[in-house]
């Protein structure tokens, strides 16, 4: 009798044990399955073959109203929703001045709009003289239904004046902005030079310092690894000024402490970009490695980090990373880099933007990722840090994959928003051939390991 009751009390056991594990694999599969769940893909634009394919897009939250989010698409595209992302309308941008891509739209904290932008006064583009003569800012104090006709920036030709970006600076509301000066833009001259200027409005984008030149030193006119580009200027919270920028398979950075006045005399020469700025991914027909520099002007522990974002080949042409770097004191020394994408090696992630919610300190990086996949297939990631950037979670924001075309222009940049909580980002997709402008709109406490922001908003009249 013994032998039996000890067999059953086994394969209670046992039972117990196979229930048990079933219950955890059923918990676990929800789990996963709670945050799998797919965010929202909105389509803002899609290529309708009439005129420039939309792509290389931006997107703004406005600080006063986070329910007010502008985004922008080449060539002229401004994308308005007021109800935080359940309905958009599409608007169109015109300046005395022309309306040629690279677009850039930044809110200050009157809740105004800028979208700045390259030129063509004469509307004949490439066959014209006057292409790019200058940076344009276009300004708009209704949310973006409205814009005025623009002011110019560094307007310097025959010298060409390209791939801006901008940033306001949150105590003053002082702008500025940084760019590419070509002596002429896609020269082969060995005498060309391009270098990188910088221009400020105080007040409100009506008029603009006239440009200075940050870089100690000048690179070609190729529009390639040897040419000084990507320059994008960060302020910190007590108004220092800093401008990071790629050349020579290196990151550089200048900076001030006194609001744009002096500089530093010889530049900061932060890391080594292992296969330059000019990146060889499969299915483009160009792609860039450029750095995305932020500051944290939060209230948190990590108020006044200094952020730098790039992605390089460190690991093999076949294996694009997404990287990340952060300074306590402003450039002077970097902390070692960390590799954002967590997938195992072997796999493209390219074309990373980066923000801060200044609400939080999260920092944000969105980026393009083939982990998934042995082709061309392409999915949108959303990486997140709660710590400062020195860890990161991954998360699929893109419904589905894309493939695009190398014969077709994909654009250089996507992008990404956060404030208060609300994180958008903002990109490009391809099918068949066709590029589309598609963003989503997430909450913070829709994402693993994020809790909700607390808030206190007047209500509106």
Known sequence: MLPVLCSLVYLYQRKKLYMLRL??????????????????????????GTGRAPCEPSVAINLKDRDNIVGAAILDKAYVTNDGGKTWSTK????????????????????????????????????????????VCQKSDDGGLTWSEGESIGYNHPKDQDKEWAVVDLNSNNIYTTWTQFDEYNSEDPNCQSNILLSESKNGGKKWSDPIQLNQFSGDCVDDDKTVEGAVPAVGPEGQLMVA??????????????????????DIDVVDQVGGWTLDIPGLNRSNGMPILVCDNSETRYRGSLYLNWSDQTNGEDDTDIWFMRSFNYGDSWEPAVRVNDDEPGKHQFLSWMTVDHATGYIYIVYYDRRAYEGLETDVYLAYSTNGGRSFENIKISESPFIPSADKFFGDYLNVAAHDGRIVPIWTRMDDGKTSVVTTVIEQEELPGLDPIARSKKKKK
């Open 245 to 266: 920028w790629a050349y020579d398979s290196k990151i550089y950075l200048d900076r001030s402490f006194d609001k744009g006045k002096t500089w530093l005399r010889f």
């Open 23 to 48: 219950l955890t694999l059923f918990l676990f599969i929800s789990f996963n399955a709670l945050y799998a769940q797919q965010f929202e893909n909105i389509v803002l634009d899609t290529d309708d």
């Open 92 to 135: 169109q941008l015109n300046s005395p001045h022309g309306v040629y891509g690279d677009p850039v739209v930044i809110s200050d904290t009157k809740g105004d709009f800028y979208y700045f932008h390259l030129s063509d006064p004469t509307g004949e583009n490439w066959a014209s003289e006057e292409i790019l003569d200058r940076i």
